[in-house]
């Protein structure tokens, strides 16, 4: 059984502490009555700590949106795997926001050393991929995304991979309101993703790794997601800074 998740990536959103605060404040108590289902929040470095403190203690997760893979050193303006490990579980790695050119053009080189470094420190990346549209429309994604999922997790063990989470998120469904269906979703997850992973390791570990999807997930939605048995949660955007996010884990806590 995979317990399922729902991560929240504010991206670069409530990073002062005081509206980071408030905002947890509002939707802890419904977060912390939710079962069956792992709540993760990841908000902006800057407002890390300050939520670390409104949580603690609470089953609530804490991720991170990024990291450097050295662990110290002439690196300006980084955070490293082990910094973080003070307080997160988590750390979403390879998001498409920060792997595209015009942004901080991550490559997949990069990517693997990043989830070698949060796992040697104890925390669980979340791995980001999936496909743009044109790559879509191209009939390229299974090539793609396998591509991507073998190069991240490249040189890993098979207790490492049955330790990382995997996000499946179709880069022309992020921020647009055009969630892709939740059966295309669960293909992709079933026979691209987890099917690399079973050729990489082996079919147990493929079964076992939690594989989410994100893109335009939101209230309504979530729960038809959540239905398909491919598919172990989400990562949300957009509906995370809403209060009714309560309602959306909820909802697909209904469902598991
Ligand atoms: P969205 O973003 O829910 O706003 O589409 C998801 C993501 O980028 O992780």
Not at 111 to 132: M, Q, S, W
Not at 190 to 217: F, K
Request: net charge negative; proline share 4%; aromatic share 6%.
């Amino acid at each position: 059984m995979r317990t399922p998740i729902i991560a929240a990536n504010w991206k670069m959103n409530l990073g002062d502490e005081d509206n980071a605060i408030n905002f947890v404040r509002r939707i802890r108590h419904g977060l912390i009555d939710i079962d069956g289902i792992e709540r993760v929040l990841c908000p902006p470095f800057t407002s890390l700590g300050a939520v670390f403190e409104v949580l603690r203690p609470s089953p609530i997760q804490l991720g991170a949106q990024n990291m450097h893979w050295e662990e110290s050193g002439a690196y300006t303006g980084e955070i490293s795997a082990q910094m973080l490990s003070l307080i997160c579980r988590y750390v979403i790695l390879g998001h498409s926001e920060r792997r595209a050119t015009e942004s901080q053009n991550e490559n997949d080189a990069a990517i693997n050393r990043k989830v070698h470094a949060a796992l040697k420190h104890d925390l669980t990346p979340i791995l980001c991929v999936g496909e743009n549209l044109a790559q879509n429309e191209g009939g390229e994604t299974q090539a793609f995304v396998s591509g991507q999922v073998q190069a991240a997790l490249n040189d890993l063990t098979t207790d490492q991979v049955a330790r990382c989470v995997i996000a499946y998120e179709p880069i022309w469904a992020i921020g647009t309101g055009k969630a892709a269906t939740p059966s295309q979703a669960n293909g992709v997850i079933g026979l691209t993703i987890r099917g690399t992973i079973a050729e990489l390791h082996d079919e147990g570990t493929a079964q076992s790794v939690r594989v989410l999807y994100g893109g335009s997930v939101n209230v309504e939605n979530i729960a038809a997601f959540m239905r398909m048995p491919e598919i172990d949660g989400a990562l949300v955007g957009g509906a995370s800074l809403k209060p009714d996010f309560v309602d959306l884990v909820r909802n697909a806590a209904g469902v598991t």
